[in-house]
């Protein structure tokens, strides 16, 4: 049997095809859905007939667009460029990996509030690295079970912080209808149940039905169909089970068609991030794939000038992605190599097992935690700060946040919130030594600081580090190289995200139907954004 192309959710990889080889011969398709969302779709009580549809571009990048446009390749995006507002400086949140950012952006918090600290953390409380799918070999080594598991359920239902509320969640409370397509934050009010063949359940020990509480309208994939016997999305297995675009578009064309859209929609396409990993950021086959499918949805509502006219279209990528040296350079920066004298936690171990260090590989940002090893952070810092392809290492240290660039002549400097630096977002700092290891440059006559190539650089930083319980490294890849640990995938000569730079931290907003102008350019403002257009 072939092996089948990997399901991917949040635009990383849940192993589909690690399934398949246990359940060859199984048969069985997911229960009929015992919910009836669409008769859920009427108009809330918002000021306005307008509704939001926010949609979330896995791996969209501004310079694709622009060069695009240059070439008249991207009818769609020019149209909404011409008739709307375009942004190519929306910064994303820290670490630059999607599940972290769609809690960001659907919470309107930083990683320290919302508590989703990358796609791969290690849980002090639960004692074990959680995995909301990476690569083949981690997840094998991992579990498919716990992963699957960690991704379909405790993503929304327990590790999503319950201090902080989404804006499913808001709205429900303001008497507003939403809607998520494929969003793997998808936490609301409304009971829902998720679904799964025999083979699926069997195969990673997951019940056949699952409940679970989401907006007004929940869509996930063959998982939770509400158009199931009304009419058919592309779903099946041989399309990752609908988590493609596809199945997205589809699905608003029929809530559009049918007039069923809730006041605010929140869609995911995943397949770009695919695309760039394979070939790298400058192909263009994937936004040209992106322009087509957002034709369709616009032409739904008649013609693009109706769909303007009757909704706000918000289109935003999540990362960047650096372009990745190919194998012959070396661009994959063995983390286990350069910690060769402290014992790693192997994949699938808990975390008490022994060992002196974990590493939770985020592509080009990674996690190092001090489990027992007798030696600092400092001083696993310094080991790692004599690599040439790390930027640079950073951990909390006495309340201050303590940054080091790396190499032999690295700068360094700490930082903690409150001060008197204030930054263009208004949040003041106190810092000491040489900001210019983060690229942040310091007007003392203001005071005041700005920044270079991490935007929102002391915030974003300051959120990872507060992320979640432990004692942890953040580590960072130069461009052009990633990270790796046991058994986490590479991407050599593709594209690869992470870090904090401008490259994979930038990525554009296009905006469509309503004059309102977001107050400011980061991801983690949308939400309040959006909560404008819809609430009296």
Not at 394 to 412: F, L, N, T
Request: some cysteine; overall charge neutral.
């Amino acid at each position: 049997m072939r092996g089948a192309e990997p399901l991917r959710i949040d635009g990383k990889y849940l192993l589909v095809a690690v399934i398949l080889t246990l359940c060859v011969g199984c048969t069985g398709h997911p229960a009929a859905p015992k919910e009836n969302d669409l008769l859920r779709m009427q108009a809330g009580n918002g000021k306005s007939s307008k509704k939001v549809i926010f949609i979330l571009v896995d791996s969209l990048m501004h310079r694709s667009i622009d060069l695009g446009i240059k070439q008249k390749k991207l009818p769609t995006f020019q149209y909404l460029i011409d008739h709307g507002q375009y942004y190519n400086d929306l910064v994303s949140s820290f670490p630059t990996m999607s599940v972290t950012i769609d809690s960001t952006l659907l919470t309107g918090t930083h990683p320290d509030e919302h508590r989703i600290p990358g796609l791969i953390w290690l849980s002090s409380k639960e004692g074990k690295m959680i995995n909301y799918g990476t690569g083949p070999a981690e997840i094998m080594k991992q579990g498919v079970g716990p992963v699957l598991r960690d991704a379909l359920f405790h993503l929304n239902e327990n590790h999503l912080s319950p201090g902080v509320e989404t804006i499913f969640e808001r709205l429900h409370r303001a008497g507003i209808t939403s809607g998520s397509i494929n969003g793997l934050i998808y936490r609301g009010k409304v009971p829902h149940a998720l679904s799964f063949p025999r083979w699926i359940a069997g195969a990673a020990s997951l019940p056949a039905e699952h409940r679970v509480k989401g907006p007004d309208f929940l869509a996930f994939g063959a998982f939770s169909n509400p158009f199931e016997g009304r009419t058919n999305l592309t779903d099946r297995l041989t399309k990752r089970f609908g988590f493609n675009n596809d199945y997205a578009v589809e699905a608003v064309t029929e809530l559009i068609r049918s007039d069923k859209l809730p006041d605010f929609l929140f869609v995911y396409m995943p397949d770009m991030d695919r695309t760039i990993h394979r070939r790298g950021p400058s192909d263009l086959e994937g936004v040209q794939s992106v322009d087509r499918q957002l034709g369709a949805l616009l032409q739904a509502f008649g013609s693009k000038e109706k769909a303007l006219e009757k909704s706000v279209i918000v289109v935003a990528g999540d990362s960047g992605m650096s372009q990745l040296l190919p194998a012959a350079e070396q661009p994959v920066v063995d983390l286990t190599a350069i910690l060769d004298e402290y014992s790693v936690l192997a994949p699938g171990q808990p975390a008490g097992a022994g060992a002196e260090i974990a590493l939770a590989v985020n592509e080009t940002m990674a996690y190092v935690y001090k489990l027992s090893a007798g030696d600092s952070l400092r001083d696993i810092a310094g080991r790692l700060n004599e690599e040439a392809r790390i930027d640079f290492t950073a951990w909390k240290e006495d309340g201050w946040i303590q940054v080091m660039q790396a190499g032999a002549d690295g700068r360094s400097f700490r930082y903690h919130p409150g001060g008197g630096y204030k930054d263009r977002y208004g949040q003041k700092w106190t810092v000491e030594g040489d900001a210019a290891a983060l690229d942040v440059r310091l007007n003392e006559r203001e005071p005041s600081l700005a920044y270079g190539n991490y935007p929102d650089a002391l915030r974003r930083l300051f959120g990872a580090l507060h992320s979640h319980e432990g004692e942890y490294l953040v580590v960072a890849a130069k461009e052009g190289y990633e990270l790796s640990g046991q058994s986490s995938p590479t991407h050599k000569g593709g594209g690869g995200h992470g870090a904090m730079n401008r490259t994979e931290s930038l990525v554009p907003l296009l905006i469509g139907g309503t004059k309102e102008k977001p107050s400011s350019m980061r991801i983690v403002d949308l939400k309040d954004y959006v909560l404008k257009l819809l609430l009296p």
